[in-house]
């Protein structure tokens, strides 16, 4: 039996920021300061600068940052918006509970991300927004959907929440919605120590809303504008981010050398597709995803060998209980539901060594 390989292990990366974590609790906690001080402002000009927008406003989790977005392009009840039929349940979640209604679009069969052929038959009277979503860290075909938007008329809102520092033709993501959502949660590429989240934007007054609505809908204390929430960024996990930010750009290269070293390893296994990048686009391998007809035995057999992997998604949200209401069933959307029974995430991590893939390779090897 080999040693454990875990699906994820901070190990490595919390060994390397370990001092400079201790050094910044310290310093917030002796500040005494720890709601929307100058370290949400800081991270929001360095979150803002590194993804070359002009706006970044931190809020508590990637859930309340879409639903802020939603809210700031005034989306509501009558409303659709195009979303992924193969996303995280929280892209839906978000449009739901702003009143309005998700309209399902599949994705290309070989990125897993939206098409946007597709996209166009989807559009209706009804359509105010396409939300994208960079689905296991490979940028959407955003040139496409833009397009697409401008010609209609509709605001495009990128979910962000996987893909931090991956691009298409050599921009960010994140920065192509007019407004845009993302996630720090402790398993993103960067990741916070608890939840965590922010909206990026190049439009002033989008900035400005969303600023007004995490914080009750005020922005003089105790004097209300509008009917806000409290979702803020706390001052402990922006300093947390500052610092961690400094790693992202080689810590998805480390992803980047293990996706390869996957790809060349799997590539020749006849029963298994390996991901693969749209031209233009890049991942940062939040996620590396493949797909099997035999992918509950292969995970099984990984599982007697001690090696973790994971299913990025199970059940699509079409099909999920608490999506009855919409009335779909099993073969509404057949992409959807075949990359659900189908798909097997693998462990990938920054400190994870050749050995390790080596022997996850051949593990999958020997299974077929
Ligand atoms: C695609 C996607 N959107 C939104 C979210 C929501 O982020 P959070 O868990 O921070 O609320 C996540 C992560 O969980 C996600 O993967």
């Known amino acids: 039996m080999n040693d454990e390989i875990k699906f994820l292990d901070f190990t490595y990366m919390n060994a390397q ?10 310093n917030v906690f002796d500040s005494q300061w720890y709601i ?5 402002k800081q991270f929001e000009k360095i979150y803002a600068d590194a993804n070359e927008v002009k706006h970044c406003v931190g809020v508590a989790n990637g859930l309340d940052a879409l639903i802020l977005c939603l809210k700031a392009l005034d989306v509501k009840a009558g409303d659709e918006v195009i979303v992924p039929s193969n ?7 978000a449009i739901s509970y702003v009143g309005a209604t998700p309209v399902p679009v599949e994705p290309n069969q070989n990125t897993y991300n939206i098409s946007p052929e597709k996209i166009k038959s989807a559009i209706t009277k009804k359509t105010k927004v396409i939300m994208p979503v960079h689905l296991y860290g490979q940028a959407c075909e955003m040139d496409a959907i833009l397009k697409i938007a401008e010609e209609n008329n509709l605001y495009v809102l990128e979910d962000n929440a996987q893909a931090q520092g991956s691009s298409y033709n050599g921009k960010l993501t994140g920065s192509f919605g007019h407004i845009n959502a993302t996630s ?15 909206v990026t934007t190049n439009d002033d007054s989008l900035s400005d809303k969303v600023k007004v609505l995490r914080n009750y809908g005020s922005q003089k204390k105790y004097f209300n504008e509008i ?6 960024l706390d001052e402990l996990q922006a ?3 500052s610092v961690k930010i400094n790693y992202l750009a080689q810590w998805n290269a480390e992803r980047n050398t293990i996706a390869e070293g996957y ?4 590539s020749s296994i006849k029963n298994i597709s390996i991901p693969q990048l749209a031209e233009g686009a890049t991942s940062n391998y939040h ?4 797909r099997t007809e035999m992918r509950d035995a292969l995970a099984e057999h990984l599982k007697k060998n001690a090696i973790g992997s994971l299913i990025h998604y199970p059940v699509p949200p079409h099909l999920q209980e608490a999506y009855r209401e919409l009335g779909y069933k099993k073969g509404d959307f057949p992409l959807a539901e075949n990359i659900a029974e189908t798909c097997l995430s693998l462990p990938i991590y920054p400190g994870m060594k050749k050995e390790q893939l080596d022997s996850i390779v051949n593990c999958i090897g020997e299974f077929f």
């Open 227 to 232: 009917k806000g929430v409290n979702s803020r």
């Open 17 to 26: 920021v370990r001092a400079s974590m201790l050094k910044q609790f310290e």
């Open 87 to 93: 996303t995280y349940i929280a892209s839906w979640l």
């Open 263 to 266: 790809n060349e390893g799997l």
């Open 184 to 198: 720090f949660y402790p398993g993103k590429n960067l990741g916070a120590y608890g939840d965590a989240g922010a």
């Open 287 to 290: 996620l590396y995803v493949i």
């Open 239 to 241: 300093a947390f981010l």
């Open 36 to 40: 929307l001080g100058d370290r949400v």
